[in-house]
Each structure stands twice: as structure tokens, then as C-alpha cells.
């Protein structure tokens, strides 16, 4: 089993951020000096080694798997055990083994943080993740949209259903601020993440602006220090952290 705080990144709907978001928070969570290793549990749409432009596959060593070490974080995805870019067609009693699997036959060690990235919805990995991992704590991220908070609301009621604490609601795609103009543009609403903030009883912890790709696929504190992003992502990792060790679980 794994050793160390678990926050499970959670969303209701899907593209609202949930990768991106896990994997700048591990990123800036090892900046500030954590042990941290990230999950990709989106078995079916896993997008973490793409993110991060991982190459490698991880090592095995008597009958267990060594995860991949990339910047200073430890990783594991189900994209690293396929071949190419096939799709996995699985039903839910295989997702469960491969949770096990992540999590038992994994080399992991004693981390600070594993940061686990969740599939959208509250289907068979949430479910079973809820099952397994019972002090695990929930980290959930949606858009201002109305209905991306409509559905992140339930993976919020089933996270409180089966009494797993709710760290904090992440706001992602939150504005638009083009460079050199003051101006700030609410593309998909506004407040989205603190209305949610409120129904589930926790705090927004971040609002995450919209930004352009960036060429190279760098995720946000891998550029420059001072880059906006880097600076949100820092600060929400402090939060983080704040907000966990005042969680008794
Ligand atoms: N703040 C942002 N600004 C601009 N683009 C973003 C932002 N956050 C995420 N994206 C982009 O939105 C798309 C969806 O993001 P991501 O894959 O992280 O979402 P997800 O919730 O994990 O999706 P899925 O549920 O399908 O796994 C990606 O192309 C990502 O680069």
C-alpha cells in the first residue's frame, strides 16, 4: 500500500483540467522540497507521460515495477505499459487489479505526497479507489461553468459519501488575460469554484487562469520562475500543504 498523504485529483466532467492540474501540483510540490509521486489512474484516458514528455518505461525488479523518475518526481502510468498509442478496452473488475497493481507492485517507498489522477465521473475507479484507499483526500478541480460545477459537485458528494475529506476546489480555465492588456476576460463564467467552495463545505484554493500551449508542452513551473502560472501553482502547493496538515485522518 502507499506510504505517505494521498490526494486523489477529482473532477465530474471530463477536459475541465484534472491532468494538467495534478501534474503542476506534484511539480510544485517537489519544488518546495516534497517526496512526491504521481499516479495517472485515468487508465482508460491517461495523459500524464504525454504531459510530462515522458519517453522511458519504467524497470522492473524481482517481479515488481521501478516508476519512473522525471525532474524530481517519481511517475507511474498505465501509458507506460502499452505499446504505442492503443486504446485500453477493459471492463471494471480488470480497472480494479490495475489499481493494485499501481499500488501494491509498485517500487514506491516512502513519499510525502502521491498525487493520484483520477478518470472524470464517479464510476468503477473512483468507486473502487474510495474502497481502497479510505484516508485518501480529495482535491477537486472544475471550471466556472455552471455545468462543470453541477457535475463536480457529485464527485464532491461521493467523496464526503464515503468519508473521504475534501482538501480544496481548484477553479481552472478560470479567465483569460491577454499579455500587455489590463483587461480580463471570463470566458466560461465567473464564481464557479467558490459556489462549489460553499455546497461541499471547503475552500477554493486557486483560480487558474487560461493560457496558450506552450510550444515546447512544458507544463507551467517548468518555464521560467516568475511566470504567472508557476507562481499560482507555488501557492496553491503551500495551501496544499497547509490545508493537509491540518486534516487529523
Ligand atoms: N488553464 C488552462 N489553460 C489552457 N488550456 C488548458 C488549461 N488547463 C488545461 N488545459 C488544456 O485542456 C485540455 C484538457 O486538459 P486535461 O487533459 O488536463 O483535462 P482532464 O480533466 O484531465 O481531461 P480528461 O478528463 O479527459 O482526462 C488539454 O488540452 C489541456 O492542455
Known amino acids: 500500500m502507499l506510504s505517505g498523504n494521498v490526494i486523489a485529483i477529482t473532477s465530474g466532467k471530463g477536459g475541465v483540467g484534472k491532468s494538467t492540474v495534478a501534474v503542476n501540483l506534484a511539480l510544485s510540490l517537489a519544488n518546495l522540497g516534497k517526496k512526491v509521486a504521481l499516479i495517472d489512474l485515468d487508465i482508460y484516458g491517461y495523459s500524464v507521460p504525454k504531459i510530462l514528455g515522458i519517453k522511458s518505461k519504467p524497470k522492473t525488479m524481482n517481479n515488481k515495477i521501478i ?11 498505465m501509458g507506460f505499459l502499452l505499446k504505442g498509442n492503443g486504446p485500453v478496452v477493459w471492463r471494471g473488475p480488470m480497472l480494479g487489479k490495475m489499481i493494485d497493481h499501481f ?9 510525502d505526497y502521491f498525487i493520484l489522477d483520477l478518470p472524470p465521473g464517479t464510476g468503477d475507479i473512483a468507486l473502487d479507489l474510495h474502497h481502497k484507499l479510505p484516508k485518501c483526500q480529495e482535491l477537486i478541480v472544475t471550471t466556472p461553468h455552471p ?5 463536480a459537485e ?8 464515503t468519508n473521504h475529506t475534501i482538501v480544496g476546489i ?16 471570463h470566458l466560461f463564467g465567473k464564481g464557479g469554484g467558490q459556489t462549489l467552495a460553499e455546497r461541499l463545505g471547503t475552500e477554493l484554493l486557486a483560480n487558474i487562469p487560461i493560457t496558450n500551449p506552450q510550444e515546447n508542452g512544458d507544463p507551467a513551473v517548468l518555464i521560467t520562475e516568475d511566470h504567472q502560472l508557476a507562481q499560482i501553482y507555488n501557492s496553491l502547493a503551500e495551501k496544499l500543504i497547509q490545508n493537509i496538515n491540518m486534516v487529523k485522518v
Do not use: C, L
Open 67 to 77: 516508476p519512473v523518475g522525471h525532474e524530481n518526481i517519481t511517475v507511474m502510468s
Open 103 to 111: 499500488f501494491d507492485d509498485v517500487i514506491w517507498g516512502k513519499q
Open 147 to 151: 455545468n462543470a460545477v453541477h457535475v
Open 154 to 161: 457529485r464527485a464532491g458528494m461521493m467523496a464526503k459519501q
Open 170 to 185: 481548484i477553479e481552472n480555465m478560470s479567465y483569460f488575460a491577454p499579455p500587455h492588456s489590463n483587461e480580463t476576460y
